[in-house]
């Protein structure tokens, strides 16, 4: 399997543009994470999904922020209108039920 | 809700040991991992510890648990120059399925 695929690997925006960024999970993983690393606060959590659900999105900073995942090999995060202080990089994890969660390379979001 | 703390930044001479500590709060946590990060990358994960254990040895690598004071360490033997990175400590309670991560630990090598 190719692992996670996440895209694109870079984003330069202006602010108040919107933002979507995608994920594929590896095939077979039940669960499919988003989180968003920065400098001042490390990996958060920002929403996961069990089986195409979202069960928690308590993470999810703001109304500007939307996740979706309409099939089990495809989710995206949306940022409308996105704002300097969203520039971070946003990963995508997937798991199997109880194993080893993989993470993407990420998404690294400059937003001007 | 769960909290994981490390200290930022190590320094270690090449071939020596190196230790990276990590406290977490919630005594249910059920798995205890370390993951790494090289510039630019995602997360690889290095090893876990289930609960129940106390020590397990992967290679150069040894995590201790201390479940009793919540505190689990990753010991790097022989430390080489491509064990640069910065590695986090994430505990898992799979009540509620969250993995929570460490703020990280900067491991930079002295040749």
């Known amino acids: 399997d190719a692992g996670v695929i996440q895209s694109p690997r870079h984003e330069v925006t202006e602010m108040g543009q919107e933002v979507t960024l995608r994920c594929k999970p590896i095939?077979?993983?039940?669960?499919l994470f988003w989180y968003r690393q920065t400098m001042m606060r490390g990996l958060e959590l920002l929403i996961y999904f069990n089986n195409n659900v979202p069960i928690d999105d308590s993470g999810m900073p703001e109304d500007r922020f939307s996740a979706k995942m309409p099939n089990a090999s495809f989710s995206t995060l949306k940022i409308q209108p996105s704002e300097p202080r969203d520039s971070a990089v946003y990963f995508c994890?997937?798991?199997?039920?109880?194993?080893?969660?993989?993470f993407g390379e990420g998404s690294r979001l400059t937003v001007l | 809700g769960e909290d994981v703390e490390q200290s930022l930044f190590l320094s270690v001479r090449e071939g020596d040991s190196s230790v990276i500590n990590c406290t977490y709060t919630d005594s249910s946590s059920t798995y205890l991992y370390w993951y790494k990060q090289e510039p630019g990358a995602g997360l690889q994960l290095l090893t876990y510890i289930f609960s129940n254990m106390d020590m397990k040895q992967d290679q150069r690598l040894t995590v201790l648990l201390n479940k009793k004071d919540k505190h689990l360490s990753l010991r790097i033997a022989d430390t080489q120059t491509g064990d640069s990175a910065i590695y986090f400590c994430a505990a898992i309670n799979f009540g509620n399925e969250k993995l929570t991560f460490g703020t990280g630990t900067r491991l930079t090598i002295i040749p």
């Open positions: 994890a997937s798991r199997q039920n109880t194993g080893e969660l993989f």
């Open positions: 095939s077979g993983h039940d669960y």
